[in-house]
């Protein structure tokens, strides 16, 4: 009670706002001046804060012109993590009036709810001495409430949470569909992704990508879903990325980490860890920053020579070095990969590449086509490390058939740039299989996609078939469609063997006659109606890998 009185006669003396910041044993933590109209909190410590804990500090603070809570009072209570804000109307005198006081509120338990439900509750205004809630009852319910609802989170799916981003020009509809590749992305690597924001802007805010609004939002949207991980759709400055990450104290992501992320988990032979090694620190190098004014301060010049390099320079240093080895382990990679491909050349055997989009079901189709095992998962990237296998025909004739990496939209230039030695592979095919899934709604989109990356390593050119892939699930209307859009096109279902008999004449009619060991090209089936095919390529490459 007395605690409010000098509130309110301070305030009204000074003519400013006054806060306090007290924590749960009810002393105070931080007294705050402001100005008549607002009252700025400074940076608080994080020591308390997990994931679905509140600061333990609550925040009394009056109001000069008898206003309620503000829509900046509700934001900074959220975004800062206070266990509950409280505003003291001051009267004409200096006599305390109305409170009003609110706190927050535990996650909606269905996600479908949580993106629109407040994160807050506005408790109705009383007399400033007939107040009867007990605030340290209330926010000790909450956090339990917040850890039942964490424990809930991981015994149900056991996965991180993460909040997907879009800030473009693009219409909304764009970036919902390129939303929904990054949750595809996100449930590859591991992650669940309950909630997404869409800005539209024409240019993005430099520091954080987000203005100020859409920031204080995206703090209320991963405090209603417990996410973890903020994931941005776009490719994120060094400034952005340490800008949101402070400002969000969680996790933050773009699409070229992601991808990095995934590429890392996927990769299992020595030259595709490489590549993902070289991209991944072609990326970490420009980000390699100084977390205090004196990592990144040099010593230099005449009486400063002393200390030498900084942390911060020998990591950088440490990072080119290993970028130049790197470098040179790959140029040995390529150098064995030429030879490789000059034995396979001179063994008469055509090369069939198949190129596609992440997902679209080139492994599968290799797997039903050779009898091999190689795997194939409805994720994107499930197979990184491109395989080859000889399908072996009648009368001794033999196909090369070769998986490649899948491609995607706005794949990381440091990516492709790692991985030339393994997209070489295709320059040495006979024929490209552009595989796509016919059942994806944007499978126009993917297939531009594909086209544009093969263009652009100026493989246009080559002889090529479009299979429009799990043909299965498509309706009488929605094929009649496709044919008439891909006229060209080889319908398959890559799990079933009889319905790849069409593209395997195209193939071999593309074929010249003499590209085979031996006469004509041969049929595709036996008189017996089984198709012959053995093992792994028994090739001189010893691992059948390309990227080995």
């Given at each position: ?202 240019r993005a805010d430099t520091r954080h990508i987000l203005g100020k609004g859409k ?240 263009t652009e390593m100026e493989l246009a050119d080559m002889p090529r078939i479009q ?73 001189p490459d010893p691992d059948h890998t390309l990227l080995q």
């Open positions: 009670m007395e605690q409010a009185r000098e509130l309110a006669l301070l305030s009204r003396d000074v003519g400013r706002q006054v806060g306090l910041l007290i924590d749960r044993q009810g002393r105070v933590d931080m007294l705050i001046v402001g100005d008549p109209g607002s009252i700025m909190i400074p940076e608080l410590p994080r020591a308390r804060l997990g994931t679905g804990r509140l600061r333990g500090l609550r925040l009394l603070h009056t109001h000069l012109a008898g206003e309620a809570l503000t829509q900046e009072d509700l934001t900074d209570m959220v975004a800062l993590r206070l266990d509950s804000v409280s505003a003291l109307t001051v009267g004409g005198h200096g006599e305390p009036g109305q409170l009003h006081i609110a706190h927050v509120l535990p996650p909606s338990p269905v996600e479908a709810d949580a993106a629109s439900a407040k994160p807050y509750d506005v408790l109705p205004p009383v007399r400033w001495d007939r107040s009867e809630v007990d605030l340290a009852a209330l926010v000790g319910a909450l956090e339990d409430e917040f850890s039942r609802g964490e424990k809930a989170v991981d015994a149900d799916k056991g996965r991180e949470r993460a909040v997907l981003v879009s800030v473009c020009s693009a219409p909304k509809s764009v970036q919902e569909r390129s939303l929904d590749e990054l949750a595809e992305l996100a449930r590859t690597a591991g992650l669940a992704a309950p909630a997404r924001m869409i800005q539209r802007v024409e920031l204080q939002e995206l703090e209320v949207l991963c405090l209603q879903t417990g996410a973890q991980i903020v994931i941005f759709d776009q490719d994120l400055s060094p400034s952005q990325l340490r800008n949101l990450a402070e400002a969000t104290e969680r996790r933050v992501l773009d699409r070229t980490q992601l991808i990095l992320d995934i590429f890392a988990r996927r990769a299992t032979s020595r030259a595709g860890k490489l590549q993902v090694e070289l991209a991944q620190l072609k990326y970490t190098l420009p980000r390699l920053v100084g977390k205090t004014p004196a990592m990144s301060r040099l010593m230099g010049g005449i009486g400063g020579r002393g200390p030498g390099e900084t942390k911060l320079e020998i990591d950088r240093r440490r990072v080119r070095e290993r970028i130049t080895k790197v470098n040179k382990d790959l140029e040995d990679v390529r150098r064995h990969r030429t030879s490789t491909r000059d034995r396979r050349a001179k063994a008469g055997a055509p090369v069939i590449a198949l190129v596609g989009y992440t997902n679209a079901g080139k492994s599968t189709l290799l797997n039903t086509l050779t009898g091999s095992a190689v795997l194939a998962e409805d994720k994107l990237f499930a197979t990184l490390d491109p395989t080859s296998r000889r399908i072996r025909f009648p009368r001794e004739r033999e196909v090369i058939l070769t998986d490649t990496v899948g491609f995607i939209r706005r794949l990381p230039p440091d990516l492709k740039e790692a991985f030339r030695a393994t997209l070489e592979e295709l320059a040495a095919a006979d024929v490209l299989l552009h595989v796509a899934d016919a059942s994806h709604p944007e499978v126009d989109e993917q297939v531009a996609a594909v086209e544009s990356i093969l299979v429009l892939n799990k043909w299965e699930k498509l309706d009488d209307d929605q094929r009649e469609v496709m044919l008439r859009l891909h006229p060209r096109a080889v319908p398959i279902t890559a799990l079933d063997r009889a319905s790849l008999n069409p593209l395997v004449e195209r193939i071999l009619a593309l074929l010249p006659a003499d590209a085979f060991v031996g006469a004509p090209a041969p049929p595709w089936q036996t008189p017996a109606g089984e198709h012959e095919v053995d093992g792994p390529d028994d090739f």
